[in-house]
């Protein structure tokens, strides 16, 4: 069953508190990502896991094996469930976050790669030498390239879910952005979709921020999010 994660884009940790135990038992899963951590550091993180909550820790790591590892096994210590790496960090650098992952056992965290920012066109890759790729392509290779060097999944839309599984190991974790409930404001996402369609797709587990946070009844938000998914 597809699992959903609120991503608490908060600047401090009295709101993610705040909003931790607002929604209470309708949300077990939480992405902190750079702009909470680099406020409030691993506290934050403490924090969350003392509600009892799952967190997704959301800091994409890019930097040399040893680093990345160190850095998986600081999130492992924690008790974090889901890290990020980027998948151009290259093989060693994958497989060394992997293994250091794997110290932490079953309950270790999982280590998911960003293969490519979703804020990159065209344009973008060339800049950065790949010029010879569509966006698309360049996903399907680096999902393949990180899966296949140690990555347990990986960040991706709810609109490549249904082109990289059937080229993916069985349990493969697909985590997508990008969704929002029929009738919820898009605001600055490009390509949404509803959380019925992510997770028919092949979606493990659904991000979704403002239509849970924004929403006039946060919970009832995240309960629907949640009927929704089931229904899948
Ligand atoms: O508020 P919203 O549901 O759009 O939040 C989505 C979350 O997922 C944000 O934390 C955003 O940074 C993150 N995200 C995204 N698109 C990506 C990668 C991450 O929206 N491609």
Do not use: W
């Not at 680093?67 to 093989?91: E, F, K, P, Y």
């Amino acid at each position: 069953m597809a699992e959903l994660i609120v991503a608490l884009d908060v600047p401090s940790r009295a709101e993610a508190e705040a909003r931790v135990k607002l929604l209470g038992d309708a949300v077990d899963f939480y992405k902190i990502g750079l702009e909470l951590f680099t406020a409030e550091g691993p506290d934050v993180v403490k924090a969350v896991k003392g509600f009892g909550k799952k967190v997704f820790l959301d800091l994409k790591f890019h930097d040399i094996p040893n680093t990345a590892a160190q850095a998986v096994r600081s999130g492992g210590r924690l008790g974090v469930d889901l890290m990020t790496i980027h998948s151009v960090g290259g093989r060693r650098m994958i497989a060394a976050a992997a293994e250091a992952a794997a110290e932490f056992g079953e309950s270790g965290p999982r280590i998911l790669a960003v293969t490519v920012l979703t804020s990159l066109d065209q344009t973008d890759l060339a800049d950065i030498g790949v010029p010879d790729r569509s966006p698309a392509e360049q996903v399907a290779a680096l999902a393949r390239f990180a899966v296949d060097n140690g990555a347990h999944g990986l960040v991706c839309s709810a609109f490549d879910v249904g082109g990289l599984s059937p080229t993916l190991p069985a349990g493969t974790l697909f985590v997508t952005p990008g969704v929002r409930p029929a009738g919820s404001a898009v605001g600055d996402q490009k390509r949404i979709a509803t959380p019925a369609v992510a997770v028919a797709g092949g979606a493990t587990h659904l991000v979704v921020g403002r239509p849970i946070l924004a929403a006039q009844d946060p919970v009832a938000a995240a309960r629907a999010i949640r009927a929704e998914m089931a229904t899948a």
